[in-house]
Each structure stands twice: as structure tokens, then as C-alpha cells.
């Protein structure tokens, strides 16, 4: 069979790889599993020998170490089969680009800090054609991203309130900032199309955060319907309260059976404008990661579980994207009510 959609995307996997900054001489890995999209593994095998780079795709045997199915979680636990295989690993670190297409890709594996440290850049891609052609990413979202991350760094404290009652005080002393910004384009670094967005790993928080309806619960990928009161106690998660959203998020925590499940891990706001808000509910669970929910422009967005710089080595990796807050630090407003402070609407 002639594989038409693989064709179709080579012009946007071209232009991703030259946003990669690919060039004629280097190495592309396309890392896939069985269960990989056929096309997304086409489209970039011809992508990266049209800029004259040396190209191999490796498959490798599907199976994630982490206990929640795959369905593009946004967890990040990596396959197994290259977890523990040091000549799949070599192999990544010997490339100048890897292009994941797994299911899960490997942001929160150990493994892939060491892939990373020997210099390769990693691209992460999984969401459905029409996500990533929409939220292509451009050159200036790094410079607005590097911006936010700026701010950040300078700020000893964020505050996220909303109309709900969200009254979250963050310290962001060693809390990390990064950035990612839908291309990888430097040595040592790991990106995810699309996304464009400003997170960091603080050690302390300390408040209430209150869902609203409309917001989004990652990786169940389910819009709120009623409201969900967290307190939150020295950046863990003491109370639960609410409707039935508050009653899952409870199972949830239980269930895992994992220390640090309650614990808050990275947070920040989103960037990307062309982001869609309502993406979540247009397609089916295992076509999406739910970029478009987690990097929209002017949310907040906070995660529990894994916290790199404490040691928390966790499964349980909730993503929750809130709309409508308002973001200071140290008092100067980056969001206001859901949108980014050099939005008009902001000021309206």
C-alpha cells in the first residue's frame, strides 16, 4: 500500500527538522515502537534525508515501564526495551537528533539525562496531523519563551489566584525555570512539538487551588465539571474536596500507591496562541497527549509526582491545565485572568 498521509507530511516534517537546525552530514535517529504512527515515521525518514542528513529508523519492541496504560500520558516513562538495553542507548547517544516517535517518549526517564548529556537533541512528537501542523512552532516562540523563563529566574515568589478561589503562594527560590518551545535546536536539548510553554520545579507551595469547571485533567484527558479544592501543605496535597472529579482525583492518588503522588512537581504558564483549548474533546483519547490544553497561551499549568531536583522518581504524573488565573511574580502580573499580560484582553 502506497502510505498517501506519510507523503502529506513531509513538508511539515521538514520544516520541523530545519527548526531542529538538521543539516547535510548529521545523524537522525527516528525512534519508534510497534505501535507508532506508520506516517509520522515516513514523513520524517524522507524529511531528514531531503536535507541531506544520514538517516536510520530503529524499532524497537513497545511496553512501558510505567503501570497506567499508554495512551500518550504525557508521563514520559520510556520502553522498557530501551531502558535496559545499553546498545539501544548508545545508539541515541551516538545521534545528533533523535526524533521520538513512541507512544510515551522518556521526559521523566533517567535514561534520557544521559542520551541528553552526551550532547544529542531530542524531539518528541505524538499528537495527532492537524495538532502539530496547527501549532507549528516559529523561531520567536524560543525568544518569548526564553523571556518568561527570564522573569522567572529573577522572581522570588508566584502567586496564582483566580475568581474560583485559587490562592497558591509559590517559592521560587532554586525552582528551575525552563522552557519548551516545539523544536529542539541545541546541543543537550529535549523539546516536544508542539508546545511553547514556561515550567519550573519548585520545593514550596503553599495554599488552595480550586478547578473550575472547564478545566482540563491530564492524562485522563476529561474536562471539570464540578468544582475540585486542593490545600495544599508545604507542596503536597492534603485535602481533597468537591465533586466527582474530587472523588477521582482521590481514587487516583490511593490507587497509585506511590509516596509522592500527592506531591506538587513542575508548574508554569502557557505560550502558544494557536493553542485550542476545546482540542481535548475533538478527538479520541489515544490520538492526542493534549499539547494544545497543556501549553495554551496564558493558562496555569501544574503537574503532582516526579520532581528531578528532590529525587521524586514517580509514576504518578497528573497534568491539570487551568484557565482564567492570574499569575504574579513578586507582584507584577505575567497573566491575567487567563490570558498573557501583552494581551489586549488582559487590560479589558
Known amino acids: 500500500m502506497i502510505d498517501f498521509e506519510g507523503a502529506d507530511l513531509v513538508s511539515a516534517f521538514r520544516r520541523e527538522l530545519e527548526l531542529c537546525k538538521v543539516h547535510a552530514g548529521e545523524h537522525v535517529v527516528i525512534l519508534s515502537e510497534p505501535s507508532s504512527r506508520s506516517d509520522y515515521v515516513s514523513a520524517t525518514f524522507a524529511a531528514a534525508k531531503s536535507l541531506g542528513a544520514h538517516v536510520i529508523s530503529a524499532v524497537v519492541p513497545g511496553g512501558s515501564a510505567a503501570p497506567t496504560p499508554s495512551t500518550h500520558t504525557g508521563s514520559g516513562p520510556g520502553l522498557v526495551s530501551v531502558l535496559k538495553d545499553t546498545v539501544a542507548q548508545e545508539l541515541l547517544k551516538n545521534a545528533d537528533l533523535v526524533v521520538d516517535l513512541t507512544r510515551e517518549g522518556f521526559i521523566h526517564a533517567p535514561a534520557q539525562q544521559s542520551i541528553l548529556a552526551a550532547g544529542t537533541r531530542i524531539i518528541f512528537v505524538c499528537d495527532a496531523p492537524e495538532v502539530l501542523i496547527r501549532n507549528m512552532p ?7 519563551a526564553l523571556a518568561a523563563v527570564a522573569a522567572a529566574e529573577a522572581a522570588a ?15 521560587m527560590t532554586n525552582a528551575h525555570p525552563g522552557f519548551q518551545t516545539g523544536f529542539a535546536d541545541d546541543p543537550g536539548r529535549w523539546d516536544h512539538w508542539p508546545s511553547t510553554m514556561m515550567l519550573c520545579w519548585p520545593q514550596i507551595s503553599e495554599g488552595t487551588v480550586v478547578l473550575a469547571p472547564g478545566d482540563i485533567l491530564l492524562p485522563f484527558k476529561e474536562y471539570v465539571r464540578d468544582a475540585v479544592r486542593l490545600s495544599v501543605v508545604a507542596g503536597q496535597i492534603e485535602k481533597v474536596s468537591g465533586g466527582g472529579e474530587a472523588a477521582m482525583l482521590e481514587q487516583y492518588f490511593i490507587d497509585s500507591d506511590d509516596k509522592w ?17 476545546f482540542a ?6 489515544h490520538e492526542i497527549m493534549g499539547m494544545d490544553a497543556r501549553a495554551y497561551a496564558g493558562n496555569f499549568l501544574w503537574s503532582t509526582g516526579p520532581h528531578p531536583y528532590l529525587g521524586r ?21 505575567v497573566v491575567v485572568n487567563g490570558y498573557l499580560i501583552d494581551d489586549e484582553r488582559a487590560h479589558s
Open 313 to 333: 522518581d514517580s509514576y504518578a504524573h497528573l497534568d491539570i491545565a487551568m484557565r482564567g488565573c492570574t499569575i504574579e511574580l513578586d507582584g507584577a502580573p
Open 157 to 171: 515568589t508566584m502567586v496564582v489566584t483566580s475568581p474560583h478561589g485559587t490562592d497558591l503562594t509559590v517559592d
Open 280 to 285: 481535548t474533546a475533538m478527538y479520541a483519547k
Open 261 to 277: 503522588a500527592r506531591y506538587l512537581s513542575h508548574m508554569g504558564w502557557g505560550l502558544m496562541r494557536s493553542a485550542d483549548w
Open 138 to 144: 516559529t523561531p520567536e516562540d524560543k525568544d518569548r
